[in-house]
């Protein structure tokens, strides 16, 4: 489906589902934001890198304001909806002062495989023990984990961005838990070193060999 949206490019992935907070302080985002909010309509977060939008991005809806400052300015809370592959980039709009864009929305498919699931819930486990960081972010055994986790797992941007063009959540999933396995050599080895260092100084308990 082809749909046309204002756009607040971003040097950042915003994905499905998520929820963001944002300050909103230049002229042309303030009537883009404000247009939203009183007409109930939705805007598009294409990714900025290098100074270049590129061709994805999420289509977003305000949830509210948080805070309204005296020279206009504004926080708000906004929540991505679905992704878009942009078509084309209308750089003058007439009486606004942002641009917009023609998109092609992608329809997320959230298939279930029930091997690739659990292979992703040990490995998102296993790498946020590394981490010694409490996994929470995530229900364990849905459907619609890769979006979710995309942030916690060492992407940079432009694989974040890549995740994104993807619409079957086996696949990102699948990208996912290659990418742990990527790192988790370097990760396991780095916890023995850290391992190693806090015992510098102790005693050690060794079992001497049976056959002296």
């Known amino acids: 489906m082809q ?3 204002p756009i607040f490019p971003l040097s950042m992935v915003a994905y499905p589902g998520e929820e963001l907070k944002l300050h909103i302080f230049e002229p042309r985002y303030k009537q883009l934001i404000r247009e939203c909010i009183q007409e109930e ?3 598009g977060i294409p990714v900025i890198n290098k100074n270049e939008i ?5 289509e977003m809806i305000v949830n509210g304001i948080s805070k309204e400052y005296l020279n ?3 926080d708000i809370v906004i929540t991505g909806l679905q992704a878009f592959r942009i078509l084309d980039i209308v750089q003058v709009i007439p009486d606004k002062l942002y641009s917009g864009a023609v998109v092609s ?3 997320n498919v959230l298939d279930i495989h029930s091997n ?6 040990q490995l998102t486990d296993e790498l946020f023990q ?3 960081i409490q996994n929470k972010l995530v229900e364990k055994g849905i459907i619609s984990q890769s979006f979710k986790m995309a942030h916690y797992v060492g992407f940079n941007i432009l694989e974040e961005f890549e995740l994104l063009k993807h619409s079957r959540e086996s696949v990102r999933k699948k990208i996912i838990i ?6 988790l050599p370097g990760l396991r080895q780095a916890a023995a070193i850290r391992k190693r260092a806090k015992m510098n100084g102790q005693f050690h308990i060794l079992n001497p060999p049976d056959f002296l």
Do not use: P, R
């Open 105 to 107: 929305v992608i329809n």
């Open 116 to 121: 690739i699931n659990n292979e992703f819930d």
């Open 54 to 58: 590129l061709d994805y991005g999420t």
């Open 41 to 43: 309509k939705s805007f």
């Open 130 to 132: 590394m981490l010694e």
């Open 72 to 74: 206009g300015e504004v």
């Open 178 to 183: 290659q990418h742990i396995k990527n790192i």
């Open 3 to 5: 749909k046309f949206l």
